[in-house]
């Protein structure tokens, strides 16, 4: 499936939709001539292309996979970051040309010494966070959404958006794709980083704007950046020159990858689904206020 049409013609009379592609239009067209769903089960964490208010309206549960690849996206930001302030990929360019020990201009900075910022102070951030904290100097998060009771909680300093770009050596995004996200870090919010900070990207690829982020690294006003997300995937090659530049390390959406993460991520896709078959709403609900709809007699799930 890769239109609407293509849902409707598959889904229209079915109970249950399980789908692992994250590029399916969930339109409130689609869920409009799904008048049997019960629930949508994404077989991942993101689920931007499900139209949740509209599901909700309708009394159709969503629900992901979440945290089945906690501590593996984490460690993946962790070594990202530790791999650019250490410009491991600069040195690693020049010894393959034959240059032994070429001091690299901005030079490296001492970890310990480093301010590391992090977007997103759920799950993933979360694990980053208390990782990480014993590592570098502070940390400090951007997230609306969380109580200052939760960031004490987790071991990072509160901060707004434009004192995270202004003052971290080391940002992580960690937040998920949503309409405020979209272009979160476009060419503005690069321009106030500082000219020797790391960014990296373990979340959604459209939260960065590519365009700017290689403009940024390509001209010095950014010392380095990792990714292993990219708007378009897979991406085209070469994607902006961004792949061939001495200061970034890129890696193919892998950061979820582990033995252990994939029996998870399809152990919690099917509890959601089984918990739904029972009658119950998922642990892992991305839209809890159905419940209220389902309730009133809206959706075929009666029992909540």
Same mark, same amino acid.
């Given at each position: 499936c890769?239109?609407?049409d293509d849902l409707i013609r598959e889904?229209?009379?079915?109970?249950?939709?399980?789908?692992?592609?994250?590029?399916?239009?969930?339109?409130?067209r689609?869920?409009?001539?799904?008048?049997?769903?019960?629930?949508?089960?994404r077989v991942a964490i993101g689920f931007d292309s499900v139209d949740v208010e509209a599901a909700t309206e309708r009394g159709i549960i969503v629900s992901n996979s979440a945290g089945y690849c906690t501590e593996?996206?984490?460690?993946?930001?962790? %070594?990202? +970051?530790?791999?650019?302030?250490?410009?491991? *990929?600069?040195?690693?360019?020049?010894?393959?040309?034959?240059?032994?020990? &070429?001091?690299?201009?901005?030079?490296?900075?001492?970890?310990?010494?480093?301010?590391?910022?992090?977007?997103?102070?759920?799950?993933?951030?979360?694990?980053?966070?208390?990782?990480?904290?014993?590592?570098?100097?502070?940390v400090l998060a951007y997230d609306p959404y969380l109580t200052s009771e939760q960031f004490a909680e987790i071991g990072a300093e509160q901060v707004d958006f434009e004192t995270i770009l202004a003052e971290s050596d080391l940002l992580s995004l960690n937040c998920p794709l949503t309409a405020e996200t979209r272009g979160l870090i476009d060419a503005e919010a690069l321009s106030k980083m500082k000219p020797t900070a790391v960014l990296?990207?373990?979340?959604?690829?459209?939260?960065?704007?590519?365009?700017?982020?290689?403009d940024?690294?390509?001209?010095?006003?950014?010392?380095? %950046?990792? +990714?292993?997300?990219?708007?378009?995937?897979? *991406?085209?090659?070469?994607?902006?020159?961004?792949?061939?530049?001495?200061? &970034?390390?890129?890696?193919?959406?892998?950061?979820?990858?582990s033995r252990s993460s994939l029996v998870d991520l399809w152990r919690v896709a099917s509890e959601g689904v089984t918990s739904v078959l029972k009658g119950q709403l998922p642990e892992t609900i991305v839209n809890p206020e159905?419940?209220?709809?389902?309730?009133?007699?809206?959706?075929?799930v009666r029992k909540v």
């Open positions: 890769r239109t609407e889904c229209a009379d079915a109970r249950i939709v399980v789908y692992f592609g994250n590029d399916l239009p969930f339109t409130e689609v869920l409009d001539r799904m008048t049997e769903c019960l629930l949508i089960q593996e996206v984490a460690v993946q930001a962790l %070594a990202m +970051l530790l791999a650019c302030n250490q410009q491991i *990929p600069w040195h690693q360019q020049n010894l393959r040309k034959g240059k032994w020990y &070429v001091v690299p201009d901005p030079p490296t900075e001492r970890l310990s010494e480093q301010t590391l910022g992090i977007v997103g102070l759920g799950r993933i951030g979360g694990m980053l966070c208390r990782r990480a904290k014993h590592l570098v100097a502070r990296v990207n373990t979340a959604r690829g459209p939260v960065v704007e590519i365009d700017a982020l290689y940024a690294l390509a001209n010095r006003r950014l010392r380095g %950046a990792g +990714l292993d997300v990219y708007p378009i995937e897979p *991406p085209p090659l070469p994607l902006h020159s961004l792949f061939s530049l001495p200061n &970034v390390i890129t890696t193919p959406q892998s950061a979820a990858g159905v419940e209220s709809r389902l309730l009133a007699g809206v959706g075929k």
